[in-house]
């Protein structure tokens, strides 16, 4: 489904092939994709059935329940970023691909099979644009995409850009750990802050990887949102001014 024009997000389109989650940390407390899978607020939440019965209610609110399922083999959703032509206005630039968010209504790599896992990647691999995946489940990730052979891996390098969620210090300390490996090898590896729910220091190693990654920042929205002093958005902001933005050299890097 292609981002709303006037929209502000970080990505041109997203695909959703598949279905399902489970809360695994704090930042997942007021998820939005529960709501949305659950209320079916979005055109695209009601696409061949995938989201149906994901959501259960608990204190008043929709939670993911752990099933997971996906698209019908032969359903039309499997070959849309093969012909989606792709955004009027690209995030990346004129005439750059289109950024397509993998799975914004589900975490790929949360207990689903593997082949399931194949056919999304080798389906955005094969497509005109560039996938966004983010995860919480970064053990998985990273053993999936260390399993690959090299050839795979050069193919997929400029067409999967991976990115993992990390809400405070812990959590990006214990994901940063098993993405590091898949920067080293050479894979785009970017982290979400959002919801940022406490403050964060970014180590010199992920630092490091300058206009080569990206750091995307945002508080929690909604009227369960938990706040967070402006003194730590503040100083993250500073100590992230070495990192480019989406519209600065890491779009030309992989565009």
């Known amino acids: 489904m292609p981002a709303p024009r006037g929209w502000d997000w970080w990505w041109d389109a997203t695909w959703n092939p598949v279905r399902g989650c489970l809360a695994i940390s704090p930042g997942c407390t007021n998820c939005y994709a529960a709501q949305?899978?659950?209320?079916?607020?979005?055109?695209?939440?009601?696409?061949?059935?995938?989201?149906?019965?994901?959501?259960?209610?608990?204190?008043?609110?929709?939670?993911?329940?752990?099933?997971?399922?996906?698209?019908?083999?032969?359903?039309?959703?499997?070959?849309?970023?093969?012909?989606?032509?792709?955004?009027?206005h690209p995030k990346l630039g004129p005439g750059a691909p289109s950024l397509i968010f993998v799975g914004d209504m589900a975490d790929l790599f949360y207990k689903r099979p593997t082949e399931t896992i194949d056919r999304v990647c080798a389906t955005i691999a094969r497509s005109a644009h560039i996938g966004l995946v983010l995860?919480?489940?970064?053990?998985?990730?990273?053993?999936?995409?260390?399993?690959?052979?090299?050839?795979?891996?050069?193919?997929?390098?400029?067409?999967?850009?991976?990115?993992?969620?990390?809400?405070?210090?812990?959590e990006f300390d214990e994901r940063w750990a098993d993405m590091r490996g898949l920067a080293e090898a050479g894979l785009f590896v970017f982290v979400s802050i959002a919801p940022m729910i406490g403050p964060v220091r970014l180590p010199d190693d992920?630092?490091?990887?300058?206009?080569?990654?990206?750091?995307?920042?945002?508080?929690?929205?909604?009227?369960?949102?938990?706040?967070?002093?402006?003194?730590?958005?503040?100083?993250?902001?500073?100590a992230i001014s070495g990192i480019s933005r989406v519209s600065g050299q890491a779009a030309r890097s992989i565009g």
């Open 36 to 88: 949305v899978a659950g209320t079916k607020t979005w055109p695209y939440a009601n696409s061949a059935g995938v989201h149906n019965g994901v959501t259960v209610v608990k204190a008043k609110r929709r939670i993911f329940n752990g099933k997971v399922s996906a698209a019908p083999e032969f359903h039309k959703s499997w070959t849309w970023p093969l012909t989606w032509p792709g955004a009027k």
């Open 135 to 170: 995860t919480k489940r970064t053990t998985r990730m990273a053993e999936y995409f260390a399993a690959q052979s090299p050839r795979t891996v050069r193919l997929w390098q400029l067409k999967l850009l991976l990115g993992f969620s990390a809400e405070r210090q812990q």
């Open 206 to 238: 992920f630092l490091a990887l300058g206009s080569r990654t990206w750091c995307i920042v945002a508080g929690e929205q909604g009227p369960h949102a938990r706040w967070v002093p402006s003194r730590v958005v503040l100083e993250f902001g500073d």
